[in-house]
């Protein structure tokens, strides 16, 4: 009898969570699947008798105007929390919070901005959370290259993306390509999600099709969860996938990297090395020479055109070749031949 007290009470407390606030709204039906795709074996009538019992103690608020009727928490309602959250959880929040903020649009953060204010909240109550509170001043996150603002888009056209990938449904989409300005609708088969810096892309193919395209999400105007089941193409891995070049980091195997850096740019890699058989030699006055197998990507290449003139390369001859040609013709755009 214990144990069903103790299934009833997490299932309650994982429908909780999954209510949103007004005017969004959520039906019983949705409910249920939601429930289903998390292990929680229950039919449509007990959510509906939750729901209902549910809404005499917390501010629940149903949309009775027209079937199916929709689930709400209240405008006003304060965010739902488990009451399990550790002083140390609400300090992994706080850090992610501020790690988060430089890629993710404000609209996603925005989703998240009840669990923030709930992990604050427990960061500022007792005088033992308020010392473990105040490692927040002691730590800092840096990304590593150029800070980029991140594209924004809606709340519901991320929600419908991730429910379409979490549920193996068909997602109908209204996408405007970079290069175009004309909005199609097509209806998508959803993959993965890749965040590439700043960028947030869906993976998909559309409608029968097998070839796999990449959907930049702030691209997406509409998004909308369709009642039909997703076919993935067969042998689809998103990892071979992103490895096979997708995002323009296509590996074309190894090869045996000969560098030479000055001293001050090398200096990191003593302690972060580039692959387990580096090795690091002095070269001429101020200079060290780098050897290390590393996976042939472009990746890579973006790396090391970061260094400019602190960095020469050796080996293997057809890099060396490629930078000598961007050398040249760095050259020849900052000293063309007659001045400008």
């Excluded at 209510?19 to 939601?34: G, S, Y």
Aim: charged share 20%; aromatic share 8%; hydrophobic share 40%.
């Amino acid at each position: 009898m214990m144990q069903n007290h103790n299934d009833t009470q997490l299932r309650q407390w994982a429908m909780l969570k999954r209510i949103p606030r007004h005017p969004r709204q959520i039906t019983a039906r949705e409910l249920t699947e939601r429930l289903g795709s998390e292990g929680f074996e229950v039919g449509k009538r007990t959510v509906e008798r939750d729901l209902v019992s549910l809404s005499a103690i917390f501010p629940l608020i149903s949309n009775d105007r027209s079937r199916p009727y929709g689930w709400s928490w209240s405008k006003d309602a304060e965010a739902f929390a488990l009451p399990t959250m550790s002083p140390l959880q609400a300090l992994t929040l706080e850090l992610a919070h501020e790690h988060l903020a430089t890629l993710l649009p404000a609209s996603l953060l925005d989703t998240l901005a009840p669990y923030f204010k709930c992990a604050e909240g427990v960061l500022s109550s007792g005088d033992g959370v308020k010392k473990l509170a105040s490692w927040r001043k002691k730590v800092a996150i840096v990304t590593a290259g150029q800070p980029l603002i991140p594209p924004n888009y809606s709340e519901e056209i991320i929600e419908a993306v991730h429910s379409a990938l979490l549920t193996d449904q068909q997602l109908e989409i209204s996408y405007t390509p970079r290069e175009y300005d004309e909005t199609k609708t097509y209806p998508a088969h959803p993959l993965g999600i890749v965040q590439r810096g700043a960028v947030t892309y869906l993976i998909a193919t559309l409608y029968d099709y097998t070839d796999i395209l990449l959907f930049a999400v702030h691209r997406i105007q509409a998004a909308k969860v369709l009642n039909q089941p997703s076919n993935t193409p067969e042998g689809f891995d998103l990892k071979d996938y992103i490895s096979q070049g997708a995002l323009g980091f296509e590996e074309n195997g190894l090869i045996k990297l000969v560098v030479r850096f000055t001293i001050s740019a090398a200096e990191h890699l003593w302690e972060t090395p580039l692959s387990l058989d580096q090795e690091i030699i002095p070269d001429q006055s101020g200079w060290v020479r780098l050897q290390a197998t590393v996976p042939d990507t472009a990746q890579l290449r973006w790396w090391l055109k970061g260094f400019g003139q602190e960095v020469e390369v050796f080996e293997p001859a057809s890099l060396r070749d490629e930078f000598a040609n961007m050398a040249q013709s760095l050259g020849e755009i900052y000293n063309p031949v007659g001045g400008k």
